[in-house]
């Protein structure tokens, strides 16, 4: 079974449109890591966010948002008012543990935002 | 200034050869990593350093190994390369992830084995 599932293989919106991408994970360790990365066209990698299983919280950082939900083992992102620049591959990710030893990637979603 | 560099950004090279691509950071991290994309855009990490010791250590075989002479510097060598090593490998780096720092990423290094 993934690890981590994106299930998104290509979604495109327009311009100003709100999307949501969704990430399932699995694991049945207490203390985990999920992660969201983006890489455009260009094809360099971008950090987005890291958040612990202990803290539940959403985030939101501008236009980006994360909404984790342990109950539904869901960590989905949500761009508020996509723009152009949008438009890239988002991979999900989770590491199990403290050491960061397990780590495993989506496989990843492309976004396509038309102007 | 760049923040993480690769060197070189391109590599093609022929079966069983042995090579080295380099990684350098100058932010001051104390961890770095080394991850490989393959054709078909999956993401898999390799390596992460931290303090000069492996933290993780992902099933890679072992022709693959991460070497770091300095704080600054993750190189990765890879030995009798094979067709399946080519790939993207990007080098990053950051502050422990439990501190929940962000992650820099180099350009990545494009390896084509022949």
């Known amino acids: 079974a993934q690890k981590v599932t994106q299930a998104q293989t290509e979604i495109s919106v327009v311009e100003k449109e709100d999307v949501t991408l969704d990430c399932v994970y699995e694991t049945r360790d207490t203390t985990y890591y999920l992660f969201w990365y983006k890489q455009p066209p260009s094809g360099e990698l971008v950090f987005l966010i890291r958040?612990?299983?202990?803290?539940?919280q959403n985030e939101i950082s501008g236009r980006y948002s994360w909404n984790f939900q342990k109950s539904t083992s869901s960590f989905n992102f949500t761009i508020t008012a996509s723009q152009v620049v949008d438009s890239a591959v988002y991979f999900c990710a989770l590491s199990e543990g403290y050491n960061f030893n397990k780590f495993y990637f989506g496989s990843g979603t492309k976004l396509n935002v038309k102007p | 200034d760049t923040a993480v560099s690769q060197t070189p950004k391109y590599l093609v090279t022929q079966m069983g050869n042995d090579k080295s691509i380099k990684c350098e950071q100058n932010?001051?991290?104390?961890?770095m990593y080394w991850y490989k994309q393959d054709s078909k855009k999956f993401l898999k990490i390799m390596f992460s350093?931290?303090?000069?010791?492996?933290?993780i250590n992902e099933t890679v075989p072992n022709r693959f190994s991460p070497k770091s002479p300095d704080k600054a510097h993750l190189n990765l060598h890879i030995n009798s390369l094979e067709l399946g090593d080519s790939a993207v490998y990007f080098c990053?780096?950051?502050?422990?992830?439990?501190?929940?720092?962000?992650?820099?990423f180099g350009p990545g290094t494009r390896l084509l084995v022949l």
């Open positions: 958040r612990n299983s202990f803290d539940e």
């Open positions: 932010l001051g991290h104390d961890t």
């Open positions: 350093y931290n303090n000069k010791e492996l933290i």
């Open positions: 990053a780096s950051s502050q422990p992830l439990s501190t929940g720092e962000t992650q820099y």
